[in-house]
T-cell receptor, first 113, second 114 residues
Framework: DSGVTQTPKHLITATGQRVTLRCSPR?????VYWYQQSLDQGLQFLIQ???????AKGNILERFSAQQFPDLHSELNLSSLELGDSALYFC????????????FGQGTRLTVV | GDSVTQMEGPVTLSEEAFLTINCTYT??????LFWYVQYPGEGLQLLLK?????DKGSNKGFEATYRKETTSFHLEKGSVQVSDSAVYFC?????????????FGKGTKLTVNP
């Protein structure tokens, strides 16, 4: 158990819909990262939050947004869903610092039908 | 930009065989380097890491050495077990840019047969 909790584990929804993925980081970790894992693109960094503030942005679509709340949990919102958004979405957390380990949750498998 | 290239596999070995998974990287400066492992149905777990040139990371019989001159971080294990069957990801964390994000290779699926 990494200490990072993601809910839900599985999500099936229709095209055009909006979903919210939730992540609770390890106790004491201020950084939260979101990654998308798909068969063709591999693991892609989406966005990082540090102590409530956006710190870095990767290949995140405009239809996607995220936030980190005062209790440090984070949510990833995906809207106007397309079939190609079907993927495994991982959250990771870490303490501050370049050499610290990132701990990953078990992921949310999103299927858009 | 920063990138990681690793052998794509899949790799199939017999138990007790020697394993090498190649990983090379492109980055500015001196990134930290990592190997993560993903078992079926699970998230990624850190296997080992190295933070500066010539460092050797090791864990559970796996080893990798940070080679600045060849920009490589190859993963090795002398004798694999069936329980090592998983997908292995090489990753780097850039030292420039102000973010601690990880940049991953595409992963190498390893299957070990008894």
């Amino acid at each position: 158990d990494s200490g990072v909790t993601q809910t839900p584990k599985h999500l099936i929804t229709a095209t055009g819909q909006r979903v919210t993925l939730r992540c609770s980081p390890r106790s004491g970790d201020l950084s939260v990262y979101w990654y998308q894992q798909s068969l063709d693109q591999g693991l892609q960094f989406l966005i990082q939050y540090y102590n409530g503030e956006e710190r870095a942005k990767g290949n995140i679509l405009e239809r996607f947004s995220a936030q980190q709340f005062p209790d440090l949990h984070s949510e990833l919102n995906l809207s106007s869903l397309e079939l190609g958004d079907s993927a495994l979405y991982f959250c990771a957390s870490s303490r501050a610092g370049m050499n610290t380990e990132a701990f990953f949750g078990q992921g949310t498998r999103l299927t858009v039908v | 930009g920063d990138s990681v290239t690793q052998m794509e596999g899949p790799v199939t070995l017999s138990e007790e065989a020697f394993l090498t998974i190649n990983c090379t990287y492109t980055a500015t400066g001196y990134p930290s380097l990592f190997w993560y492992v993903q078992y079926p149905g699970e998230g990624l777990q850190l296997l080992l890491k190295a933070t500066k040139a010539d460092d050797k990371g090791s864990n559970k019989g796996f080893e990798a050495t940070y080679r600045k001159e060849t920009t490589s971080f190859h993963l090795e294990k002398g004798s694999v077990q069936v329980s090592d069957s998983a997908v292995y990801f090489c990753a780097l964390r850039p030292t420039q840019g102000g973010s601690e994000k990880l940049v991953f290779g595409k992963g190498t699926k390893l299957t070990v047969n008894p």
